[in-house]
């Protein structure tokens, strides 16, 4: 994984700071369906921040709130310290930059970057000068005089977003902007993107389902399912530490092992039983308490190795399954063998390669670990763990 | 034979596409021979058209150059036309163009409004608030028009409401037989058409791009005036061909609710037919306002092409 970022904010922000956004407690309901559940969350000011969550999760509904067309049901939204939950869309210091563009079709590419500027209190030339800064922000000020429709998509998703940055808005939000592009586009946007959002200094708050994109871009990101917010944290710390196994799932590959909790005896490290019966230390926990007894061992495919005999069992610092190869699956730069292990649970190791000799289906091998590359999540997951990550 | 010319051409180059050539031929010949289908789909309608539509235009254009009408004699003359500019009757003219507009700019005022709504704010009532649009025009025209005289009579409806609730006390005389009432019930009644063809330009409007104006600071109005209205002009000039010319036209309205001082050129010319039997003139008047329609009509159109306007994305 390569990712781009700049020096990265921690979980929580500091205090006595006004953030760019704030949402405090944010309900919305549409009619009996809670799209958005008591979600509280900051964005300070030039940072980069990700709803990242499946379709319906309520990251549109949350975004368009914060843009002023869904008003919510209950809950605080401030804006550069300012309540704003109530501003009509025209009122507010936030811009969207919609998932389908939305460019206004008989304009000029410059006259849709303008038309933000005008609607404002500049004198004419600083408005030219403003559109020609965006414009050559995101390389398409030699398209300045062409219609939307004489225009691809990447260049177009150019101009919406020279539109919603040539405002400096406190809050530039971004709804799956790349969404509608190739793979290949896709990526050098993200890149490109990430650049301009440097560059210009503006909060984003970027709405997407696309986890890998959320990694690369975000300095934090909060994941959402079913309306509710389950982490907020920095990339590494959701992709290393998810506090839920909702988290641990959609964040990257992942492998969960249903485990028993033993004891919390050498803390902070915590002792679990695999489900073949051995026990073995964990590295770091999400959500585990004094009462916890099962719980999930999250390990990710990169993270195990594979060896021919079992780990010395006086080395505390590896874990490892028995297990029997059940596939082989050659993905171009990476080798994926997936695995039947001792006491049920289905494994996947992922690396450029394995140095075992005759690595096909049946061969019974060893997926081994390292303890500190080990996470344990509480199994179930309740409305108090959620709202406690938030906070 | 081009196709022809050219397979042969390569039949010389390329042996192998013998077959190809071949089938180029064919078809080259089955195309002339179909040629003439959608001629013959469209002949009956163009038919009826030129008979019962060409044909009596074409007899009013000769009666409006003869003396026919009142010495019996085919002669050709300028005479009806003469008549037919005649200071009482330019009167009237300019009253119809001055009503007609009134109605216009009251029906794109109200009918603006209305069709965005439908089209974009009221969901699952869209397609029952069109059928009843649609169900008001369906009404007999006679029916709606008499229907109207029973609200705006001097014992009607609205005069007795307002003496009972107090707001006036003797009834108000300016409702029916008016100028107000000729516009009030032209309004009413293409209401219709003015709203459908502007429903169906807002239809094309994706309704994100009307967010996105507001979310880059536009009020309401500053969005009709420099997106709505912009992705809307063409269907602005059609609602204005559809609904002008008829307006302009309608000879019941003014005839049943227009009074002395409400009557419009087409109440003249009917007045010319049926009752003074003066039918060179009535065709000459029939003429010129068919004339100045079409110059409407051919100046809308170039107002909208001239602005290339496009409403596809």
Redesign the interface.
């Known amino acids: 994984m390569s990712r781009i970022k700049s020096p990265s904010p921690t979980g929580d922000p500091p205090p006595r700071r006004t953030s760019a956004l704030e949402l405090v407690g944010i309900t919305k309901r549409f009619g009996d369906v809670t799209a958005v559940d008591r979600i509280s969350l900051r964005v300070e000011p030039g940072e980069f921040f990700s709803l990242l969550g499946p379709s319906g999760c309520g990251k549109s509904t949350t975004l368009r709130m914060i843009a002023g067309f869904e008003e919510p049901t209950s809950g605080r939204l401030l804006l550069n310290g300012q309540e704003g939950s109530r501003l009509p869309p025209f009122k507010r210091s936030t811009n969207l930059v919609f998932q389908s563009y939305a460019l206004f079709p008989h304009m000029t590419v410059r006259d849709n970057v303008a038309y933000g500027p005008r609607r404002s209190r500049l004198s004419r030339n600083e408005v030219t000068a403003r559109v020609e800064e965006a414009l050559r922000t995101v390389k398409m000020w030699e398209f300045a005089d062409r219609l939307p429709r004489a225009l691809s998509g990447g260049q177009r998703q150019r101009v919406a977003l020279a539109r919603g940055l040539v405002n400096r808005p406190a809050v530039l939000l971004l709804d799956e902007p790349l969404g509608a592009l190739d793979l290949k586009l896709r990526r050098e946007m993200q890149i490109e993107l990430k650049e301009i959002q440097r560059q210009v200094g503006i909060s984003f708050v970027y709405v997407t389902h696309d986890q890998e994109e959320a990694l690369t871009l975000s300095d934090r990101i909060a994941v959402m399912n079913r309306g509710r917010i389950e982490q907020i944290a920095p990339p590494e710390e959701i992709f290393n530490r998810p506090a839920t196994r909702f988290c641990a799932d959609f964040i990257g590959e992942a492998n969960l092992v249903p485990v028993e909790v033993n004891s919390r005896s050498d803390a902070p490290r915590v002792n679990v039983t695999l489900p073949d019966g051995t026990r073995v230390m964990v590295g770091t926990t999400s959500g585990i308490t004094s009462d916890t007894r099962r719980a999930t061992l999250v390990l990710r495919p990169s993270r195990i190795s594979l060896a021919g005999s079992a780990p010395d069992p006086a080395d505390t610092t590896t874990g490892g399954f028995r297990g029997r190869v059940r596939r082989v699956i050659f993905q171009g730069s990476v080798v994926r063998v997936d695995l039947d292990c001792d006491g049920g649970p289905h494994l996947s190791a992922a690396a450029a390669g394995f140095d075992i000799p005759d690595l096909e289906p049946g061969r019974e091998v060893w997926a081994t670990w390292r303890i500190e590359q080990s996470h344990l999540v509480g199994e179930t997951i309740s409305p108090s763990d959620t709202t406690g990550t938030t906070a | 034979m081009v196709d022809v010319g050219k397979s042969l051409e390569g039949l010389e180059h390329q042996p192998g596409d013998q077959e190809e050539a071949v089938l180029d031929i064919s078809y080259a010949g089955r195309g002339r021979r179909r040629r003439w289908i959608p001629y013959a789909f469209i002949s009956t309608p163009v038919g009826v058209l030129l008979t019962f539509f060409s044909g009596p235009l074409v007899l009013l254009a000769i009666y409006s150059f003869q003396r026919r009408s009142r010495t019996g004699d085919g002669s050709f003359t300028l005479a009806n036309y003469r008549a037919a500019v005649q200071p009482n009757i330019l009167h009237v003219a300019g009253t119809t163009f001055i009503l007609a507009s009134i109605s216009m700019v009251i029906l794109l005022v109200l009918a603006y409004p209305l069709a965005y709504f439908i089209a974009m704010k009221v969901g699952r009532w869209e397609v029952p608030l069109l059928l009843a649009l649609a169900l008001s025009d369906e009404l007999n025209p006679l029916i709606r028009i008499f229907g109207w005289r029973t609200i705006l009579a001097r014992n009607g409806l609205v005069n007795t409401v307002l003496q009972g609730i107090g707001i006036t006390h003797a009834p108000l005389d300016w409702l029916l037989f008016t100028r107000f009432s000729v516009v009030l019930v032209l309004t009413a009644s293409w209401m219709p058409y003015a709203v459908i063809p502007l429903y169906a330009a807002m239809k094309t409007i ?1 309704p ?2 009307l ?9 309401w109005f ?1 969005t009709f005036r ?2 709505i209205f ?2 809307t002009a063409t269907g602005f000039v059609a609602t204005m061909v559809i609904v002008f010319i008829p307006i302009v036209s309608d000879f019941a309205t003014p005839g049943l609710v227009g009074g002395t001082s409400g009557r419009m050129l087409a109440s003249v010319i009917e007045d010319l037919f049926t009752r003074r039997g003066e039918w060179g003139v009535g065709s000459a008047l029939t003429f010129l306002l068919l004339v100045v329609s079409g110059l409407v009509v051919y100046l809308s159109y170039r107002i909208a092409r001239v602005r290339n ?5």
């Open positions: 994706d994100r791009v967010e996105a104006s507001s979310d880059l600071g536009a009020g500053t420099y997106v912009p992705l306007l496009d409403t596809s994305s």
